[in-house]
């Protein structure tokens, strides 16, 4: 999911024409990214969720045993907007319903 979500950023970028500053976008931070996604027409309620799972993703990259835990779980899920917060109890049911979606 994390990388995934990377990607998708990569995909979405690189749809559009590209200015030159983009060409360095291997190198731009994940929270510039957002930004800049942002700036191209991204759905603005999307920033705090990919940016809980870009704190998420480096909390990985530096910690190799890092697992996810309930407060993971919590500060990830409490970012989604409702309609993926839907999607995500569909999936997972019992994960959303013993740790952060309110009914």
Do not use: H, W
Not at 24 to 42: C, I, N, P, R, W
Not at 79 to 97: C, H, W
Request: aromatic share 8%; glycine share 6%; hydrophobic share 40%.
């Amino acid at each position: 999911m994390i990388a995934e979500s990377d990607e998708r950023l990569a995909q979405f970028f690189f749809a559009a024409p590209v200015p030159g500053p983009l060409k360095s976008f291997d190198t731009m931070e994940f929270t510039d990214k957002v930004q800049l996604a942002l700036l191209l027409g991204l759905t603005p309620d999307l920033k705090s969720a990919l940016n809980a799972t870009g704190r998420l993703r480096n909390k990985f990259a530096y910690k190799l045993d890092m697992k996810i835990g309930e407060d993971e779980a919590k500060n990830l899920i409490t970012t989604l907007t409702p309609s993926a917060k839907q999607r995500f109890q569909a999936r997972f049911g019992g994960v959303t319903r013993e740790c952060c979606i309110k009914r």
